[in-house]
């Protein structure tokens, strides 16, 4: 017989290959996988490479705690299991997910952010058996304890991490905290992410005194709703504060978030041009040696990338704009730092882009880029007074002609056009309209090219001034691989603007995945629940309008019913003014009854009713974990983002 008519299956392969293909996959997937045949049933749970790492953060609301047991069973599987992440996974009962990862004495790496300790005690308990763990990512408690007790119990465990990261809901006792981390006198990396409450100092709050140093800390990072509080206590807490570095945007009055680093390495080209010695007699709060403003880090790498000198009169790249915000990934920055031409793949441009600026410039020094964040597209800038009371006079008219620019065509010859163009790679974008100056008005017909990425998987588009939604059918004819689509209160006040186009856009994204929309005013929902049927392939969806416009019936029930049989669904959140009370029970009970009947235990729902009362919008009461565990969606992109930027998620 010719070897050429024999077949191979994939159980032909040997056990070694097999563990490699393995490695690629979750958790969640290996217990599929595991399912299969008695062969990968061993491969899963008797091999030790296989439960080295186990990650079940990756879309974590499809997990339950019942798989994670399947891998804390046995003390031949635990023993073997060094790092876990179960951050984002839906759960009830956070007791049991602590019981449960309690019994792998060597884990090296733990992240368990979302799941809520009862006290600091608890926190200790859990972590003094571990005494190989060295990575630790938790969300710290809140709940009161004497500092004594506290640095008593957490000494031990503390005193063993080499890096930190916590997330802060509202630290009531500051002295707590830092007491904490001073305990932590071999960490190398500590980050933190402050959430919802502001923790400045009440009044009331004890004078602190000067923190430990943290002898050998090499990275401190912290992103919040504001961090002064905690930059002057970290900035205290940093060794030898001479040989580090700030990395921050041009911007005196952001408190939002701070970078430090050891030691980083910076090539001959740059050092001299990039690095700003920082005053401590005149700036207290700074006390590191030096620092990097992300401006003149890309301006200069534009520079040399590009063989000529950047234009200074309109980029975000100039010394002169103290307005607009230049960001990074920080590891990129600093791979900018050692390297001038390396090649980057984020960028957020808080700047607004007219059509003769040299912004494009920076896509062309970074033609890899594939996470783009811009802000306003400016279709003209006036300069003189003649112009400027011709322009606002212009303006004005076209604020108020509905659809005005949707005779008009795109400028190809344009900065955001020559930007589109250089940067062909790009896969996720996010564009977020602020404030324009009198003498400015938005250039509407730049929204078409946004089709020119043909490449996009990832469209975010924020408080963008629409007159209609024309240029969405374009994205939908050319970008076929679009996955995710966030839309944020588009267009004006009154009714949406763009529901038809956005209908027909949608007929063209059969790739789609994710869907969030908040947008008021977006008037009969039923419709669009009908346009979902063609998207097959949708598994997330997030809807939440409220305004006039919004008056419901049962006629709702039938294509969100049909919509859940069609697609395979695991999350669907709903939130609306204007629908009854009966609709919403009845929506609630269809949804129950379809989960049970199609066997799908991991399909998540949530049909949330606002009423309009005498002082507004009444907030209903929220699934906390439910909508914690979807931050993706439901935060503000630009929270999320910062968290990516910092490298804290």
């Known amino acids: 017989m010719s070897n050429s008519s024999i077949t191979w299956g994939i159980l032909d392969i040997p056990d070694e290959i097999l563990l490699e293909i393995i490695g690629y996959l979750n958790a969640r997937d290996m217990l599929l996988l595991s399912k299969s045949c008695k062969r990968f049933h061993s491969l899963v749970f008797d091999e030790k490479k296989s439960l080295r790492h186990l990650d079940f953060s990756e879309e974590g609301y499809l997990n339950s705690i019942s798989d994670v047991q399947q891998y804390f069973n046995s003390k031949k599987k635990y023993e073997h299991i060094l790092k876990i992440n179960v951050s984002n996974m839906y759960y009830t009962r956070p007791g049991d997910m602590l019981n449960t990862i309690g019994k792998a004495k060597n884990l090296v790496e733990i992240n368990i952010i979302g799941l809520k300790?009862?006290?600091?005690?608890?926190?200790?308990?859990?972590?003094?058996?571990?005494?190989?763990?060295?990575?630790?990512?938790?969300?710290?408690?809140?709940?009161?304890?004497?500092?004594r007790q506290c640095c008593e119990m957490l000494k031990l465990p503390f005193n063993r991490l080499t890096k930190?990261?916590?997330?802060?809901?509202?630290?009531?006792?500051?002295?707590?905290?830092?007491?904490?981390?001073?305990?932590?006198?071999?960490?190398?990396?500590?980050?933190?992410?402050?959430?919802?409450?502001?923790?400045?100092?009440?009044?009331?709050?004890?004078?602190?005194?000067?923190?430990?140093?943290?002898?050998?800390?090499?990275?401190?990072?912290?992103?919040?709703?504001?961090?002064?509080?905690?930059?002057?206590?970290?900035?205290?807490?940093?060794?030898?504060?001479?040989?580090?570095?700030?990395?921050?945007?041009?911007?005196?009055?952001?408190?939002?978030?701070?970078?430090?680093?050891?030691?980083?390495e910076v090539s001959q080209k740059l050092r001299a041009k990039v690095l700003v010695d920082f005053n401590p007699f005149t700036q207290s709060l700074q006390k590191v040696g030096c620092g990097l403003f992300f401006q003149f880090l890309l301006r200069e790498v534009v520079e040399i990338t590009n063989s000529h000198k950047a234009l200074k009169k309109f980029c975000c790249l100039s010394n002169c704009t103290l307005d607009y915000m230049c960001l990074l990934k920080i590891n990129e920055a600093k791979q900018l730092l050692k390297?001038?031409?390396?090649?980057?793949?984020?960028?957020?441009?808080?700047?607004?882009?007219?059509?003769?600026?040299?912004?494009?410039?920076?896509?062309?020094?970074?033609?890899?880029?594939?996470?783009?964040?811009?802000?306003?597209?400016?279709?003209?800038?006036?300069?003189?007074?003649?112009?400027?009371?011709?322009?606002?006079?212009?303006?004005?008219?076209?604020?108020?002609?509905?659809?005005?620019?949707?005779?008009?065509?795109?400028?190809?010859?344009?900065?955001?056009?020559?930007?589109?163009?250089?940067?062909?790679?790009?896969?996720?974008?996010?564009?977020?309209?602020?404030?324009?100056?009198?003498?400015?008005?938005?250039?509407?017909?730049?929204l078409y090219l946004i089709s020119g990425w043909t490449s996009l998987t990832t469209l975010h588009l924020v408080n963008l001034p629409i007159r209609s939604g024309k240029f969405l059918i374009e994205i939908g004819k050319q970008c076929k691989n679009l996955e995710k689509l966030k839309l944020e209160n588009l267009g004006h006040r009154g009714a949406c603007c763009y529901k038809n186009e956005l209908y027909q856009m949608l007929a063209h994204c059969l790739n789609l995945k994710d869907f969030s929309i908040q947008q008021d005013n977006f008037g009969q929902t039923s419709t669009i629940f009908t346009m979902f049927g063609k998207n097959r392939k949708l598994r997330r969806i997030y809807i939440k309008s409220l305004g006039t416009g919004n008056h419901t019936t049962g006629d709702l029930v039938l294509?969100?019913?049909?919509?859940?049989?069609?697609?395979?669904?695991?999350?669907?959140?709903?939130?609306?003014?204007?629908?009854?009370?009966?609709?919403?029970?009845?929506?609630?009970?269809?949804?129950?009854?379809?989960?049970?009947?199609?066997?799908?235990?991991?399909?998540?729902?949530?049909?949330?009713?606002?009423?309009?009362?005498?002082?507004?919008?009444?907030k209903p009461p929220r699934n906390f974990n439910l909508h914690f565990v979807h931050k993706d969606l439901l935060l503000p992109y630009r929270f999320t983002d910062s968290l990516f930027r910092l490298d804290c998620l």
């Open 339 to 446: 390297n001038p031409r390396h090649q980057i793949s984020y960028l957020y441009l808080s700047h607004n882009i007219e059509p003769e600026c040299d912004v494009y410039l920076v896509g062309s020094a970074f033609p890899c880029l594939t996470k783009l964040i811009l802000s306003n597209l400016v279709k003209h800038k006036v300069t003189s007074q003649k112009e400027t009371d011709l322009h606002t006079e212009v303006a004005f008219k076209k604020r108020r002609t509905s659809l005005v620019n949707d005779t008009e065509t795109p400028d190809l010859s344009s900065s955001f056009a020559k930007l589109v163009k250089n940067t062909p790679h790009v896969s996720d974008l996010t564009l977020s309209a602020s404030t324009l100056k009198e003498n400015e008005y938005w250039d509407l017909t730049a």
């Open 117 to 147: 300790f009862i006290d600091v005690m608890q926190l200790a308990i859990f972590l003094t058996p571990m005494k190989c763990l060295r990575i630790l990512s938790i969300d710290w408690p809140t709940s009161l304890i004497d500092n």
């Open 164 to 264: 930190l990261t916590m997330t802060l809901c509202d630290v009531k006792y500051k002295t707590t905290l830092i007491h904490a981390l001073e305990l932590c006198q071999q960490l190398r990396e500590l980050r933190l992410l402050q959430r919802h409450e502001n923790i400045l100092p009440r009044e009331g709050d004890p004078w602190l005194t000067e923190p430990k140093k943290l002898e050998n800390l090499q990275i401190a990072a912290c992103f919040g709703s504001d961090t002064e509080f905690l930059r002057r206590i970290i900035v205290d807490m940093l060794p030898n504060p001479e040989q580090w570095m700030e990395f921050k945007s041009y911007d005196a009055v952001d408190t939002h978030h701070f970078y430090f680093e050891k030691n980083v």
């Open 559 to 618: 294509p969100i019913k049909n919509l859940v049989q069609s697609c395979e669904l695991v999350l669907l959140i709903y939130e609306i003014q204007g629908i009854t009370q009966a609709t919403c029970d009845k929506l609630k009970s269809v949804l129950q009854r379809l989960k049970n009947e199609l066997r799908r235990p991991k399909f998540q729902f949530e049909i949330v009713r606002w009423d309009y009362g005498y002082n507004g919008y009444q």
